[in-house]
């Protein structure tokens, strides 16, 4: 069907390229220029002038009838970066990974949003735990030095700690990926990482977003995020409201950065580069600081209705003092005997090559104290030898009266 506005501006345009006005073409044409207006302005030439005009205009009747430039440039999603026919086959390859036997998960890949059962007749009054969480620079790494599905764990079971410290069961996970430019072996392996460090935490991966922003973000960068759910009984909250004096902190060893602290060592591997194949205990540099976050869900969750246990906080970006503190009730502190504290040889390593100061070390990493607990003191050797069982769990200070909520004696042995 020909659209007459298209045609008509489209013998406009040509004739002002041309730098002719519509008397001209109309001497050519030996006709009014009332009727070039009249072309001009929306009524169709005749059909008997259409191969002068179009050889006076240096264009063709086809292009004349079809209001443009045959070769003119066309748009579409896939010019601009996204192609769907290419999405569409990579949201296929996800479906195994999303693929439960999980009855609570009630639909899987194609539906707007996911739908999950959480009646549980077993748990009263019911508590959902929510929390979103992306893995920091770390992800920027994993990228440069092939770590993919590894940053996904790093990311799973950073969040799967965060709720699992005030006493909730995993239930389920959104991710969401956003990229500049969609690369299916990629995508696959982060929906796989994300998949596996589900089931290892017992919750499933139920869907998500694959968010494709050309021109936002850059070619080959991957942005990862996640949101868990998770659900405890009100009467079973783990929130330090039942901290106590005279109860015992116990430290809950970590396997290195966890994911905090890496846009310091990013600046270290800047200025000293020769750190990355650096061996520190059997392992490089990049091993020590890749290694994902360690997940302690497994080694507390039997220990969630134990009355025993007054808080837990998750060593995270601050460290110990940023992260206790948030635990602590008002007019209590905890106070850390740092020389208790059994620091991993890539803390002291990356002290010794940058030359960073003990309070500085302490305020950005976890500094080998992955997650802390907090139990009263006739359960403290209980507690200790449970944990026990999956890591290593050690003392390192006791709660006091104070003003302050996190107190440091002594310093680490390095």
Not at 27 to 55: D, R, Y
Not at 157 to 165: M, R, T, W
Not at 368 to 380: A, L, P, R
Not at 388 to 394: P, R
């Amino acid at each position: 069907m020909l659209n007459n506005k298209k045609i008509s501006e489209f013998i406009s345009n040509k004739r002002k390229e041309l730098g002719m006005t519509q008397a001209e073409v109309a001497e050519q044409l030996k006709i009014s220029f009332q009727a070039v207006s009249k072309w001009e302005n929306g009524t169709l030439p005749n059909v008997e002038v259409l191969v002068e005009l179009a050889e006076i205009l240096n264009t063709t009747v086809d292009e004349i009838l079809m209001g443009r430039d045959k070769n003119a440039e066309t748009f579409s999603y896939s010019k601009a970066g996204v192609d769907i026919s290419y999405t569409d086959s990579i949201k296929k390859d996800m479906v195994k990974y999303l693929k439960t036997d999980n009855k609570r998960v009630l639909n899987g890949v194609g539906p707007f949003a996911s739908l999950y059962d959480i009646e549980f007749p077993d748990i009263k009054n019911p508590i959902l735990v929510l929390k979103s969480e992306e893995p920091g620079s770390k992800q920027k790494l994993a990228m440069e030095y092939g770590y993919s599905e590894s940053i996904c764990h790093d990311m799973i079971n950073h969040l799967v700690n965060d709720i699992a410290v005030m006493g909730a069961k995993p239930l389920a996970v959104l991710d969401t990926i956003v990229c500049g430019k969609a690369e299916k072996e990629t995508i696959k392996s982060f929906v796989k990482g994300i998949s596996e460090a589900c089931i290892e935490n017992e919750c499933n991966l139920v869907g998500g977003e694959t968010s494709i922003q050309p021109d936002v973000v850059s070619s080959g960068l991957y942005i990862l995020t996640s949101s868990i759910a998770g659900i405890v009984s009100r009467n079973n909250i783990i929130d330090g409201s039942n901290i106590r004096e005279n109860d015992v902190v116990l430290a809950i060893a970590s396997n290195g950065l966890h994911t905090n602290g890496y846009s310091l060592v990013r600046l270290l591997m800047e200025k000293m580069p020769q750190i990355i194949l650096d061996k520190i205990d059997g392992e490089t540099f990049i091993e020590q600081i890749m290694k994902p976050h360690t997940s302690y869900y497994k080694s507390v969750k039997s220990l969630f209705s134990d009355s025993s246990v007054h808080g837990m906080a998750h060593i995270t970006g601050g460290g110990i003092e940023g992260n206790l503190c948030r635990i602590i009730p008002n007019g209590l502190c905890a106070e850390i005997h740092l020389d208790q504290i059994k620091p991993l040889p890539i803390f002291s390593y990356i002290k010794t090559v940058g030359n960073i100061d003990e309070t500085e070390m302490l305020s950005t990493f976890n500094c080998g104290v992955g997650m802390i607990i907090v139990v009263e003191e006739q359960h403290t050797k209980c507690a200790e030898e449970f944990i026990k069982k999956y890591y290593d769990c050690y003392e390192i200070g006791k709660i006091k009266k104070g003003s302050k909520k996190v107190s440091f004696a002594n310093h680490i042995t390095w």
